[in-house]
């Protein structure tokens, strides 16, 4: 099956019929995954973009916690697109874009989540990395933040091969980069607490050998919202 093809398959049929290949490209624990992210925001943003967004999950999710933000999810796929809006029951926005250098959203955000996926986490090419966060800056509000999920079986294949340039984009534009080891979002299911997740997951992991998450918070340094 092609990476999205599922995309396709569920607006014909259901998202349950094709639930192992939307688990293979999206992340499916929305609410606990933002309720990890909510416990490392550094304020409460007015204004989040989802890149990446896929069927719009944690898009969803993130509406629905922060109702009274405008939330919009950005997707290359159409297909995810378009399930993404007609199944959100919170009002979150979906827009089919493809994230590049020159491209400018129809707003600046207060705040801009990066979920992994292809290429942006999943490559050490630093000139991909480099095009990707260039894009988040020049869409990112004065004061804003970005956040960076990914996952840390095989750093030698993600942005962390490039810490040093990436310490220094940072500089150069004027972030404070922070790094911050993240819970199971299953844990966070079943507990209903990040605090105690996050108590757990180190054990858990070593017990089972489960990929470990990292997030990279890129905030602003400017006019701090």
Known sequence: MAPHSCYDDINVSSAEDHIEALGNNNLLRGKARVRIYRSLFPFTPKSIADIGCGIGITTSALKQTFSEAVVCGYEISESAVAYAAREDRYGAEYRVVEAGLDVRLERQYEAMVFQEFYPFTRTPDFNIHSEFLSFAVNNLAP???????????????????????????????????????????????????????????????????????????????????
Not at 164 to 170: Q, S
Not at 171 to 180: A, G, K, S, V, Y
Not at 198 to 213: E, W
Request: charged letters at 25%; glycine letters at 4%; hydrophobic letters at 45%.
């Open 143 to 225: 004061g804003g933040f970005i956040i960076i999920q990914l996952a840390i079986r095989h750093p030698e294949t993600t942005i962390l091969v490039n810490g040093e340039r990436l310490e220094d984009f940072c500089e150069t534009h004027q972030f404070d980069l922070t790094r911050h080891m993240i819970p199971f979002d299953r844990l966070v299911d079943i507990t209903a607490s990040v605090w105690i997740s996050k108590l757990l997951t180190p054990v858990l992991a070593f017990m089972t050998g489960a990929d470990r998450r990292i997030v990279l918070m890129m905030r602003h340094r400017a006019n701090r919202l």
